[in-house]
């Protein structure tokens, strides 16, 4: 198999793991309360399926950080060649976001900004998120969202790609954009956009990758080729599982290669 690049996962500290709204995730991924985890134990799981490089994830909400930038950045320090930063922002503190998300680009090296909407219960084209879009394009560095029903028991309102993303992208258009977690039950809308605008991206985090809805495996397997990209959502689910059954996606060699290692390292710039 190929390389691979994992476009979504995160290496959780205990704050992050009490949260009360990852009891349903786990109860759907069929695990018992994680803790938090070495890194030893992040770095065994890609090993095991051959995870060359994993995009960690800091993580803010409505409370502060829940997995601080430097918290990622000290992971990304300690193994350069394995791990990559994506930044989290304070949706609440507008210019101070924006001062945090240089910082996290030029001091700490983060290569995306991440934000979860529906953790806010604020969709993308909200009022707060637009001076980080302004931002990332200025950094030229891309934005990372999840699209689709919410895992956990929040609203999955924030997460409906049209008409919320639709208008990012239409008055963003420079903006690079990656729809995390698939979009179902709104898998038409979400390849739509990504018909409708060449910056918007897709990616399989959350998913086994047997469990994708079919409208987006003959995406894949075709014109959308370039446009999605692999991730597992570690440790919700290990990257081994997702890709145990990847043969039955009817990959060319082409398209496999794009989607699990290709796509995101053109997007993320992880090849210089």
């Known amino acids: 198999m190929d390389t691979i690049i994992d476009a979504w996962s995160q290496h959780p500290n ?22 938090p985890l070495p890194l030893s134990a992040t770095l065994r799981a ?26 990622v950045a000290a992971a990304v320090t300690a193994h350069p060649d394995r791990f990559a930063m994506v930044a989290a922002a304070d949706l609440r503190y507008p210019v101070a976001a924006v001062a945090e998300l240089r910082r996290a680009v ?22 707060r998120y637009y001076p980080l879009y302004a931002a990332c394009v200025e950094l030229g560095i ?53 018909t409708k605008y060449p910056n918007f991206h897709i990616d399989t985090s959350a998913y086994a990758v047997h469990r994708l809805p079919r409208p987006l495996v003959e995406y894949l397997r075709g014109r959308g080729r370039t446009r999605v990209l692999f991730g597992s959502n570690w440790p919700m689910i290990s990257p081994a599982r997702c890709l145990e059954r990847i043969a039955e996606l009817g990959l060319d060699q082409e398209a496999q290669t794009l989607f699990l290692r290709g796509n995101a390292a053109r997007v993320f710039r992880l090849d210089g």
């Open 14 to 35: 205990e704050l992050f793991m009490s949260q009360p709204w990852l009891g349903s995730i786990l109860r759907w991924t069929g695990q018992e309360d994680l803790g």
């Open 106 to 127: 030029t001091e700490l090296g983060a290569v995306a900004l991440r934000i979860v909407p529906w953790l806010w219960n604020l969709p993308p084209d909200d009022r």
């Open 142 to 194: 891309p934005f990372c969202t999840q699209v689709g029903h919410t895992g956990p028991l929040c609203p999955s309102e924030p997460g409906r790609p049209i008409p919320y993303l639709d208008t990012v992208l239409l008055e963003f258009p420079e903006l690079v954009v990656i729809g995390g977690h698939v979009g179902y039950p709104w898998i038409d809308e979400v390849i739509s956009l990504a």
């Open 46 to 71: 890609m090993d095991e399926a051959g995870v060359e490089r994993s995009l960690l994830c800091a993580w803010s909400g409505p409370y502060g950080m829940l997995i601080s930038n430097d918290e």
